[in-house]
């Protein structure tokens, strides 16, 4: 489904391509502070200009508060949804209050059964994705949703719970569910992964480009086996992205990151 409106194509600056990677993994064990600089000095000259990074681990959030130093690197922090626990839950709670200027959403967090089989951890995930999306929504905050292998019932609880700002991240499900996303006017994203999946193939092909951004969950979904991912390869999905859908690239470019833009309340340059 595809629909480019006036708005959504309106930028600051129609003679530049600007990219953004609505969601990435910065962190160590993967990528150290000094590389990081360098991973986005590289991405800026290909145009990535937005980098969005997501932490999840609780010992590496003040790590992601380096990482945002970095121009046009934004922060959002969650919790790694198969290891919740209630004291995670009030790290991140924690950790937003005190650094609340400093982060552009809660997430990743959601739920996952696709690692989790057991119906009283999957309960107990409900539990606490419960109450961070309360918490969200009484801090004014969007939310980022994990999803993995339980889309159906993240859409119900979202829906029950009124969410309104939903980025599902690296969205699996089907078809009839990007629907239902897009009748919230919530947004779905596909990784970098997308140039040779054909599931996320089928997911832009059903998106309206005014729900769509494009991500990196860097270091996975790399364009080539055995490498760690990262922004820079935004405008090969992007490319790949346009003719598959049949739509100017330029124009796909900035759709998509007024869409990130516009939804995590950022401005770049």
Not at 140 to 148: A, D, G, K, L, T
Not at 242 to 250: G, I, S, Y
Request: with cysteine; hydrophobic share 40%.
């Amino acid at each position: 489904m595809v629909k480019l409106t006036d708005s959504t194509i309106d930028v600051q600056d129609t003679s530049e391509v600007v990219y953004a990677d609505a969601h990435s993994h910065l962190v160590p064990n993967w990528f150290e502070l000094e590389e990081i600089e360098k991973i986005v000095s590289n991405a800026r000259k290909v145009g990535v200009k937005i980098i969005v990074n997501s932490v999840l681990e609780s010992e590496y959030y003040d790590f992601g508060l380096k990482t945002i130093k970095n121009k046009g690197v934004f922060l959002t922090a969650g919790i790694e949804i198969t290891k919740i626990t209630k004291n995670l839950v009030d790290d991140l709670k924690k950790f937003f209050q005190q650094n609340e200027e400093d982060i552009v959403a809660i997430g990743e967090i959601g739920l996952d059964f696709h690692w989790i089989k057991e119906e009283e951890k999957q309960k107990k995930q409900e539990l606490f994705f419960k109450d961070l999306i309360s918490f969200s929504q009484s801090s004014n905050i969007p939310i980022v949703i994990h999803s993995r292998g339980a889309e159906g019932r993240v859409i119900k609880i979202l829906k029950e719970s009124g969410a309104e700002d939903v980025l599902m991240h690296c969205f699996g499900g089907t078809v009839e569910q990007v629907k239902e996303i897009m009748a919230m006017d919530w947004y779905i994203t596909v990784p970098t992964s997308t140039v040779y999946r054909k599931s996320f193939q089928k997911i832009i092909q059903a998106v309206s480009l005014d729900n769509l951004m494009f991500e990196t969950d860097s270091p996975f979904h790399s364009l080539k086996k055995g490498e760690k991912n990262n922004p820079s390869s935004i405008p090969v999905l992007c490319k790949h992205a346009a003719k598959l859908l049949e739509v100017n690239e330029k124009e796909l470019a900035r759709t998509t990151t007024k869409n990130t833009s516009d939804f995590y309340r950022i401005s770049y340059k």
